[in-house]
């Protein structure tokens, strides 16, 4: 903890060298009236390649190369109310035939301009916007569709993400638990989101369950969730090549809510300063991250004290350096394609893991006909 101040003093120094982008945003859930009774076809998906090269106790390195894709049927019926079905796709490079296959349905519901209720498939992945220590962003390559319920709000001073995610589903006597995740992910904002010095305090949470009464093991119910808050002053410059400057401090925390406790920490918390910047199409970040009995069912072990599916520990504290560089770069209105590199130094354990990857992203949405 000695380490905590002087890291904030160094990442304080270089907030005025750099800053960060907004990665793997650019669709919007939200659809305009103007489209109603037109037929669209749409194709959501992504190309990748991650390289991951860990070598600490609680995860190894792996690599992940393939493609995810999710032809649908894009139906306004009204200005309020859209309807997609298709199937999603997922293929990782070198094993044969396609990996995972699901059929694909979306409803949409949005009576005003700043609500939407989704039902069926949800947007989830990098839409949820969750940090690191909370979710991994590469559950988009591995975990591409989720399943559910879904609430979005988009305002001048405040947007959110609540949701369902419903994972397994058991019937009468399945020998295996139901699972599923619930989770917010909100930005409050104290002026206005486009002011030149914007000042706002994220509110995330996460639960994720494993239970069930009718199924025939006697396996523990298993409850375990995460929440993190803080502030974050994000100063602006529209005609400059660097973008944005954003400097944030962030607290995480961790309970288990199991009635039987299956793992070894009952509670924890985490403090993860930041800074970032982005010039051009290049983001830079630096953060510090100091946890203390830190776990989380769906975040980066990096950042953890343990593995919840396994209940491995590798003591009580963690403390992190984080760097990433990206270059993120958008390809008209509905693809984008990015590079980075990720370097995660174990103060502690005096170990370093990284990760490096590419991938491309696309949605269009290619319009068919209007009917009447």
Known sequence: ??????????????????????????????????????????VDGSAFFKNNEYFNKLEEGYTLPGYFIQPSLTVQFTKDFRLSAGAG???????????????????????????????????????????????????????PMESGLQFLFNSRYSEADIWLNWEKFIME????????????????????????????????????????????????????????????????????????IETSLLYFGFCDFSPQKLQEYRNGFGLYPKVKTKINDFTLECGYFYGNRYLSALGDNLFHSGVVEDQSHSGNLKELITGKLVFDKKIGKAASIGAYFELYMDYRNHLSDYDYGVHFRFNPDFFLVKYH
């Open 1 to 42: 903890m000695k380490y905590f101040f002087s890291v904030i003093l160094f990442l304080l120094i270089v907030s005025s060298a750099f800053t960060q982008i907004n990665s793997f945003k650019f669709h919007p859930a939200f659809f305009e009236s103007a489209d109603s009774q037109k037929v669209f076809l749409s």
């Open 89 to 143: 796709f997922l293929k990782y490079s070198g094993r044969d035939g396609i990996y995972e296959t699901e059929p694909f349905l979306r409803a949409q519901y949005q009576p005003v301009s700043w609500f939407q209720m989704i039902i069926g498939n949800i947007y989830g992945g990098h839409y949820h916007r969750l940090a690191e220590p909370m979710y991994r962003w590469e559950y988009d390559f591995t975990r």
């Open 173 to 244: 006597g399945d020998p295996f638990q139901e699972v599923l995740t619930v989770g917010i992910s909100s930005e409050f904002y104290y002026n206005s989101k486009d002011a030149d010095l914007s000042v706002s305090s994220p509110v995330q949470a996460i639960f994720r369950h494993h239970g069930g009464q009718i199924n025939s093991i006697d396996t523990p119910m298993q409850t375990l969730g995460n929440w993190g808050t803080g502030i974050t002053f994000r100063k602006n410059f529209n005609q400059n090549k660097i973008k944005y």
